[in-house]
């Protein structure tokens, strides 16, 4: 935190001058200016009385809000890969099980499967980037072919499987997060 720039933007929010600043505070002009270029650093007390006249405390100067993230890149991606069920799955936003719903990429070879996902909560969305899959719900066979996109709710055992010669690329979305 940068505790010099964020005073001096609650002294200009109130529309203080420095001079103003420092009469109500028994501070100098001098100090006040050091302090909001990061020159010098206050005591706890002075802060408090700075923050008290800015009309703030301590617990909400420095109750800081996170910036969220919104945009994700390839670094951001966790991926694991599962030889025996010849798949690779790319989670898309870091730590989305946080999250109400869960972005992932499941890239599935010929005769590849993701795992059997038992009955559970929340709903599941799934499109074909490429290639062609067999999506089983409680035994029952779905084609999804490029393009293809399908949607249930989790209520039975599922799962997906490529059924083509190619690559199966599939974006997977699951609420609440289950992967």
Known sequence: MDLGAKIRRLRKKYGLTLEELAARTDLSKGFISQL??????PSIATLTDILECLGT???HFFNETAIEKVVFTPKDIFTKEDAILKNKIHWLIPNAQKNALEPILIILEPDGES???DPHEGEEFGYALSGSISLFLDGK???VRKNDSFNFKPTVTHYIKNTGKLQARIL???TPPSF
């Open 36 to 41: 909001e270029r990061n020159l010098t650093s």
């Open 172 to 174: 997977w979305v699951a």
């Open 115 to 117: 795992m059997k996902d």
């Open 57 to 59: 405390d301590l617990r």
């Open 141 to 143: 066979e779905h084609k």
